[in-house]
């Protein structure tokens, strides 16, 4: 099993890195939970992400040395950001609507 692992590994809030040196071509199984908000890049280039063993994450690499580099973002945090930010847009307006419209009356 640790024939072939990810040496010089760095992790940090929302990134993994490290390399590995393989003699043939292999199926690298990361025992980190299969998630959307993966993005991997292998040598630099983005690469697929496949679901492995029911929930662990794991791609294909070819014969050499690679340098891997997983990077995380939580799916769906910019749309309900966004919408958050809509939403209190929106409040915003309701308020100052509400106070005019107030004021005038008196």
């Not at 990810?6 to 998630?35: F, R």
């Not at 749309?79 to 009356?105: C, D, H, P, Q, R």
Request: glycine letters at 10%; a positive charge.
């Amino acid at each position: 099993m640790k024939e072939n692992s990810l040496t010089n590994v760095k992790m940090t809030d929302n990134e993994v890195t490290g390399s590995i040196q393989l003699d043939k071509k292999k199926l690298l199984c990361l025992t980190i939970p299969y998630s959307s908000g993966w993005k991997i890049y292998v040598d630099g280039k983005k690469t697929e992400l496949k679901k492995v063993n029911y929930m662990y994450s794991g791609l294909f690499l070819d014969k050499g040395e690679h340098n891997i580099r997983l990077q995380y973002c939580t799916p769906g945090i910019k749309t309900g950001l966004t919408l958050s930010g809509v939403g209190i847009f929106i409040l915003l307006i309701i308020m100052l609507a509400g106070y005019f419209y107030k004021n005038k009356e008196s």
